[in-house]
Antibody, heavy 122, light 106 residues
């Protein structure tokens, strides 16, 4: 059974940093691209970042490029999102999600974690 | 690519047909997915490639396309279908979601 478990969210002041983690089970991250998607309170879904199965390619939404870094450790089957220079508008629940098809960089997302909340406020 | 989803909310009776539409700002080659998100839960993939139903999804859900218009149809609304539905294009980056449609029971 595929499971994704995010952690690392919390309360941080503007300008601060956080690192989110997403531990996967039931499949190998070395076979699938992985993404982070966020949802601000009461709002819709916003794609944040995607990393390829090998970790060699990554892409970011314009809103986070230069501030967030996605990475993965295939040996630990864990995905990360390093977030820096956080702003109030980064406040959201952050979901990790698995690509539906192996080794397809841009794909729909067939499994999602329950998300981890991030609140940026002074 | 912009994804314009309509309506933003819809209220219908149990057993009614519900239709939700997403219009893409350019051709997306059927790379269109539909998700269901119930309150307090993560999104769930219902349909990919415009019309392919995910395993385990009830057959009352279906997807279709006409040009750059993509449609999610619930043929007979059930109480457990109360949720917000999102479309997503994945033809090219950045991945883009529609604004969502909140479906409620009258």
């Amino acid at each position: 059974e595929v499971q994704l478990l995010e952690s690392g969210g919390g309360f941080v002041q503007p300008g601060g940093s956080l690192r989110l983690s997403c531990e996967a089970s039931g499949f190998s991250m070395s076979d699938f691209d992985m993404s982070w998607v966020r949802q601000a309170p009461g709002e819709g879904l916003e794609w944040v970042s995607t990393i390829s199965s090998t970790g060699g390619r990554a892409d970011y939404a314009d809103s986070v490029r230069g501030r967030f870094t996605i990475s993965k450790d295939n040996s630990k089957n864990t995905l990360y999102l390093q977030m820096s220079l956080l702003r109030a508008d980064d406040t959201a629940r952050y979901y990790c999600a698995k690509a539906a098809q192996p080794r397809r960089f841009l794909d729909c997302l067939d499994y999602w974690g329950q998300g981890t909340p991030v609140t940026v406020s002074s | 690519t912009q994804m314009t989803q309509s309506p933003s909310s819809q209220s219908a009776f149990v057993g009614d047909r519900v239709i939700i539409t997403c219009r893409a700002s350019r051709g997306i080659n059927s790379f269109l997915a539909w998700y269901q998100q119930k309150p307090g839960k993560a999104p769930k993939l219902l349909i990919r490639a415009a019309s392919t139903l995910q395993s385990g999804v009830p057959s009352r859900f279906s997807g279709s396309e006409s040009g750059t218009d993509y449609t999610l149809t619930i043929s007979s609304l059930q109480p457990e279908d109360v949720a917000t539905y999102f479309c997503q294009e994945y033809d090219s980056g950045p991945l883009t979601f529609g604004g969502g449609t909140k479906v409620e029971i009258k």
